[in-house]
């Protein structure tokens, strides 16, 4: 068969297997109450789109050639954008913006059911806590009115809203919309795995949230854009629940609302730089004459390891991101929202192999004019991910002041410890069992346990502690010691007489 043939066989197929799924999709929609049907019409138009993409489009979505260092002037360094100083008038630019949490995920890889905006990570306070009382700070203090919107999934809207109420008395006026929700499809046939709207009992691993890029389209369906515009809003801070340090900056607000040069920009991306923890982080590039965002999935596997070289890409996005509402309104209106699909293999309880299409909110930078990077400090991005991260933020390291973490004084050095807690510790419940207090880390450099193993009261740990208990072993260690630069192994217990 000639090359051409080929071709022409492979887009019948591709023609017959959209028809397919269009199909499927129908019969799903016909399930759907009175209630129900806008919504899931509109989730399930989305997914077609996002399919027929995924169906066109082959191999890595960046020609690797083309991908050059951002010109010196398109990231800027923070430093330099603080060194402009205040307003006089703070609250004329608070009154102007919106925080967004991005508030889809679960609490599964911490061991704990429900949204993981609800874990507790400071003094009983969850994230959400910690959220709304930073926005409730800033707005007493310059008395302002700067509001809270999550964007919530289908997984985390009904227990979040409940947990709402507690906050009915707080000066932050709180929003909530849902990303989309659409169907996974199976790995084999490309088809929907959804048989009706049901996304509980056994339909329960049929339908995902896609992503967090899926905000433009679902902020804009949700009315809220247009009620914030109306309000003289201008712009979005968007960033993750559990990025503790993501709390809204006045200096990057100011260069947003004033720019020096005249001209604003309508999307500014958060980068901070690389250490050897962060080489799988997406980096900012220079692509065919705009930034462009670069993730590691996108990247041809013979460039993997260039692609995670710290000297190469020395930046990564922290996912703290600034965005035109205007901007945001006409590129959506012109469908001009340009986002690279990124393919997530799952595999269901039964064992089913599935993959689900998603998308993500900083790749959308290439389509906004006038994009910038701020080279921010670390303190920026202190995501909250594993409880290795929960025992940094619940220590001596930090201080919690209005909802905000700040790096304690008394810690010498200005880099964060580096810590695994081995398999014992992934669960929360577990993981809080096994420290009778948190220990005290100032000194700390390096901390690596693995296996049964529990701390007592007021233990302290300097320099480098290395605590390995074998399988069958059990190490406790006893309340009160100062472990500084041991490596302890074998068997130690301590029993009350």
Request: hydrophobic content about 35%; glycine content about 6%; charged content about 25%.
């Amino acid at each position: 068969m000639s090359q051409d043939g080929v071709s022409q066989f492979q887009e019948v197929i591709l023609q017959e297997l959209e028809l397919s799924v269009k199909k499927e999709l129908e019969k799903i929609l016909t399930t759907a109450t009175s209630h129900e049907y806008e919504h899931t019409k509109k989730d399930l138009d989305g997914f077609r789109k996002l399919y027929h993409r995924f169906l066109q489009e082959k191999g890595p979505s960046v020609d690797w050639g083309k991908i050059q260092r951002p010109p010196e002037d398109s990231i800027q360094p923070y430093e330099k954008i603080k060194a402009r100083g205040l307003p006089d008038n703070i609250a004329s630019v608070l009154n102007r913006l919106v925080v967004v949490k991005l508030n889809g995920g679960l609490g599964t890889s911490m061991g704990c059911k429900g949204p993981k905006s609800l874990i507790g990570v400071r003094n009983e306070n969850t994230f959400l806590d910690l959220t709304v009382q930073q926005i409730e700070h800033l707005n007493k203090t310059y008395n302002t009115d700067v509001p809270l919107v999550l964007m919530n999934s289908f997984n985390t809207d009904e227990d979040t809203k409940k947990i709402l109420q507690k906050y009915s008395h707080c000066r932050v006026k709180i929003y909530t919309f849902n990303q989309s929700r659409y169907p996974r499809i199976n790995k084999e046939s490309l088809l929907p795995v959804a048989k009706d709207v049901s996304s509980s009992g056994e339909s329960t691993e049929a339908w995902y949230p896609p992503g967090h890029g899926d905000i433009y389209a679902s902020f804009y369906n949700s009315g809220l854009l247009d009620t914030f515009l109306e309000e003289g809003k201008e712009y979005i801070f968007v960033s993750n629940i559990d990025n503790l340090g993501a709390t809204v900056d006045l200096y990057i607000l100011n260069h947003l609302m004033n720019p020096p040069n005249g001209k604003r920009c309508e999307f500014v991306m958060e980068v901070t730089n690389k250490t050897r923890a962060d080489v799988k982080g997406g980096t900012l590039t220079q692509y065919e004459g705009k930034l462009r965002l670069v993730e590691i999935a996108q990247v041809p596997k013979a460039h993997v390891d260039e692609f995670k070289s710290v000297s190469k890409f020395k930046i990564f996005n922290t996912n703290n991101l600034w965005i035109s509402l205007a901007a945001v309104k006409r590129l959506q209106e012109q469908n001009a929202i340009d986002m690279e699909i990124i393919v997530n293999p799952k595999t269901l309880d039964g064992g089913l192999n599935v993959i689900q299409l998603e998308t993500a909110v900083g790749a959308a930078i290439k389509s906004f004019e006038n994009s910038l990077g701020i080279n921010v400090p670390r303190s920026r991005f202190l995501p909250v991910k594993t409880t290795s991260d929960l025992l940094l933020v619940m220590s001596n390291l930090y201080s919690l002041n209005a909802g905000s973490l700040t790096m304690s004084e008394k810690r010498e050095f200005p880099t964060v410890p580096l810590v695994k807690l081995g398999s014992s510790f992934t669960k929360v419940q577990d993981y809080l069992r096994r420290f009778e207090s948190i220990p005290d880390m100032l000194e700390l450099d390096h901390l690596t346990v693995s296996g049964d193993v529990t701390f007592g009261k007021n233990v302290s740990l300097k320099g480098t502690v290395i605590i390995i208990a074998n399988h069958g072993d059990r190490i406790d260690i006893p309340p009160g010691a100062v472990l500084e630069n041991k490596i302890v192994s074998g068997n130690l217990r301590i029993l009350d007489h």
